[in-house]
């Protein structure tokens, strides 16, 4: 079965944000930070903000739209990225994706 992430990033240049979809984060964080993605080239370093997992590359399109909508960039602007700059190392190199928890309705923990 193939999996997906729909994955929030936040420029620390203008604090825009970006949603995507990819099957690897770590590697997708690192192509907009080295310039690989020409919609956010000019606006790195990026800091990944959110993270959720979904199963299916059509379910994850269709969280990645409500992502985009006017309630999904609401709640996107209200996650703090001053946590991820604080836990930048002094290399410059971006902290890895470590753990994912499978999560419902814009990232709240599932009941059940």
Not at 74 to 89: A, D, N, T
Not at 92 to 112: A, S
């Amino acid at each position: 079965m193939s999996y997906y992430f729909v994955y929030a990033i936040k420029s620390l240049k203008d604090r825009r944000i970006y949603v995507g979809i990819s099957r690897d984060p770590n590697k997708r964080l690192k192509e907009h930070n080295g310039g690989d993605t020409k919609s956010t080239k000019g606006y790195s370093p990026w800091v990944l903000i959110f993270i959720k997992y979904i199963g299916s590359r059509i379910e994850a399109r269709k969280e990645e739209k409500r992502l985009k909508s006017g309630y999904g960039k609401e709640f996107l602007k209200s996650i703090p990225c001053s946590s991820m700059v604080e836990r930048l190392p002094v290399t410059g190199q971006l902290p890895e994706v470590i753990q994912v928890e499978k999560r419902g309705e814009f990232g709240e923990v599932p009941k059940g």
